[in-house]
């Protein structure tokens, strides 16, 4: 897969709904009822994050859902990059880029959502043909005002801003003519799914989904 090939899909993906879920799953066997609640609720795209034991196996879990199109989040080694795809997931998600996770995730045909905060760091990507990126930390990086500053002189390239993002800061990044969707993990509050209240994260991803666009 050429980074071409990589960024058409990830961004095929991010056009999908505003909001993709960034999930951090402790408990596995909660994985696949949170995924059906949030695709209920209008968000497909899900991003399961490898900080956990139970990040594969929740991934797995989510890759049998109909209608969900489940990726891996904090991919970092190529080791992630194998361990992400054979356990289904459809994209990856890495916080910055280096050749070796580049490369990995191009080998392994694994669409790459990655990471840049800095103008120098997003044109880099750019010259190796990767023009859907991730801004993160979006807030700790200076927030909406800073993507919309980076965009001005690198128009061809289109943003998810994750980091940080909340239902009322989320407006602010999505009015920006270079952002696609955002990141966020406020659709999925730890007791919601630690309790399995699936009905009141189906209405966050609902209200999540409803959010307007550019």
Known sequence: MT???????????????????????????????????????????????????????????MARVPGGVVGAGTVLTPEDVQAAKAAGARFAVSPGATPRLLEACESADLPLLPGAATASEAMAL??????????????AAGGAKALKAIGAPLPQITFCPTGGITPETAADYLSLSNTLCVGGSWVAPKDAVEAGDWARITDLARKAAGLARG
């Open 3 to 61: 980074p071409q090939q990589s960024s058409a899909e990830t961004r095929r993906l991010c056009g999908l709904a505003p909001v993709i879920p960034v999930l951090v799953i402790e408990d596995a066997a909660r994985a696949e009822g949170l995924a059906r609640a949030l695709v209920d609720g209008g968000l497909p795209v899900l991003e399961v994050t490898l900080r956990t034991p139970a990040a594969l196996e929740a991934i797995a879990a």
């Open 126 to 139: 750019l010259e190796r043909g990767y023009d859907m990126l991730k801004f993160f930390p979006a807030e």
